[in-house]
């Protein structure tokens, strides 16, 4: 047992949106979601003036998913979990709009350089500035956490201090590409970071998932008496898992060889889908925060049988990535943020609103114009391609009309937080 210096004086902050990590960070990655798929589909139908010597469009767009799309919502989500888990308490206030301001002035230098803006006549400077503070964020991050886990010596959360400093390490290969006009660097960097990402998920998913739904079911028994909801899981799925994903990433990205990517891919879909038939309930149907994060695992379980099948049918290696990402870091982040927001907020998460619903589907629309879609219609492409950046707008605009408002209020308890 560790004992918690607890803070003298109660904690504030200069506006509630900085009480914890998650309000501005989800905060900040659904309004981003917006406007960097916005400024994306005027960058694919060349309606900028990026620079495609200085940097590839296609890695433009994918950084930008990864180090600032997704690592926003893991800020938010790690910087607030942290505290959970360690009791100590975690930057907020102007501490927290720092490590913030670290992010948002990443984003801004790559929204320049999608924009085609330049500083004495190249657009490189911008990514200079976009790698100093891109990695001073993730630097910051990892220290509070690295510290607040030091501090009560729960070990057991290295591996997540791990996976930080290995997509510090990604986002640096990334920018080492692009100033060195090395694209092969820059890809390893982008896919690094992709994977590492979908590692977390599948990480802090085994934990949460089941969590989340064994809290969020009530079973009443035919005696009219509540009983608890326990789910299965093992500790040989976990290290199976790890196992067949850590051996999948390396040889799709290091050692292309379609039946080494076969066998892991379906390794790694064959544990996860075991693990979805010991977490189902049918109960989940009735609440579409629960069900949201089943469907998300699922299509992560679908994109991996995509991966392996990709060397046999001959499609794009591009359409099994994006059903890796929309399912597991699209869906996924979307139904953990309405999900915590609530829960952190003070407000009750049986009863979320029905635009949930709405938003959920909209993220399985992408899915299926995006990935499924273009496996048996390929010849309208490019309108499959519209349609699911429509809808992943569409999701985000009605996140933020839903979502907003909450995060940046204080909570109706009166607690911080």
Known sequence: MHSINLPSKPATSPHPIFNLSFRIFFSAAGLFA????????????????IDAQVLNPLYWHGHEMVYGYALAVIAGFLLTAVKTWTGVMMPHGYKLLGIFSCWLLARLSWMAVG???????????????????????????????????????????????????????????????IINADMTMTKIGIYLGFYLIIGLVLTIGRRVVPFFIERGL??????????????????????????????????????????????TALGVALVNLIRLIGWYHRG??????????????????????????????????????????????????????TRV?????????????????????????????????????????LLWIMVAQGAWIACFVLFCISYLPMLARPRPDGLFG
């Open 34 to 49: 917006i406007v960097t798929m916005l400024l994306w589909a005027f960058v694919f139908t060349g309606h900028t003036d």
């Open 115 to 177: 924009l085609g803006m330049t500083i004495a006549g190249s657009s490189l400077s911008w990514l200079y500035i976009g790698a100093v503070f891109d990695l001073l964020f993730i630097g910051w991050m990892a220290f509070v956490i690295f510290r607040a886990v030091l501090q009560v010596k729960q070990y057991k959360q290295m591996g997540i201090l791990a996976k930080l400093a290995l997509l510090t390490l990604g986002n640096g290969l990334c920018y080492w590409g």
């Open 218 to 263: 009530s079973v009443v028994n035919s005696q009219g008496d509540q009983e608890d909801v326990i789910l299965r899981n093992s500790k040989t799925q976990d290290i199976a898992s790890l196992l067949f994903f850590l051996a999948f990433f390396i040889v799709d990205l290091f050692y292309p060889n379609k039946y080494l990517l076969t066998i």
């Open 284 to 337: 989940i149907w009735q609440k579409p925060l629960l069900w949201s994060l089943y469907i998300a695992f699922l299509g992560m379980c679908l994109s991996f049988v995509l991966y392996a099948l990709q060397p046999w049918l001959g499609y794009a290696h591009s359409i099994a990535m994006h059903g890796l990402a929309i399912a597991g870091v699209g869906m996924m982040t979307v139904a953990m943020m």
């Open 341 to 381: 927001s609530l829960g952190h907020t003070g407000r009750s998460i049986h009863q979320p609103s029905k635009m949930v619903n709405v938003m959920y589907g909209l993220m399985v629309l992408v899915f299926i114009s995006r990935v499924l879609l273009p496996l048996v219609d390929i010849d309208h492409y």
